[in-house]
């Protein structure tokens, strides 16, 4: 058995890599994870949503991000890329980086067998540690259900289900 080191990286010395990577990754506290390619249904329901949300949004002042839209989350010291973001008002960039922003009020994440849990425990508690964040859909690729968190106050968070028999997912943003 051999043993291998683990370098851990700068958040600088991270986004220097990624300008010029062939694939996107997450930074996670010195970590670089390499994210793996996604599913057609989760391109599908991805681009549906987006499509949707831009067509709702029409001459409101929100706008939407698709998964090339780097999140930059500073008390974790996490870089990453969510399915779709949704911002109000103007986008916060980092350091004045146009693909890297700070002010998301809604996220959506996709959900696949090796991110599920991930996304709804400790990607969903960084995600809180962002003041302008309001909204977290998780959506299932595999079966109709999507898992709705809308905040309520400070560390209080309300969850709504929705699955076939349902029409409309209420109260978003």
Known sequence: MQLTERRYYTPEEYLELEATAEYK???????????????????????????GLNFAFRNQNYEVF??????????????????????????????NRTDTITNPQVIIEVLSKSTKSYDREDKFAAYRTIPTFQEYLLIA?????????????KKRWNLCEYDEEDKNIQHFV
Request: charged share 20%.
């Open 25 to 51: 990754s997450e930074y996670m506290d010195g970590q670089i994870i390499h994210k793996a390619g996604a599913s057609i249904n989760h391109n599908r329901i991805t681009g549906n949503f987006c499509a």
């Open 66 to 95: 698709m998964g090339d839209m780097r999140l930059w989350i500073p008390q974790k010291l996490i870089y990453t890329y969510p399915d779709v973001i949704i911002i109000a008002d103007e986008p916060e960039f980092f350091n």
């Open 141 to 153: 690729q595999n079966r109709i259900h999507v898992e709705q968190f809308s905040k309520l106050g």
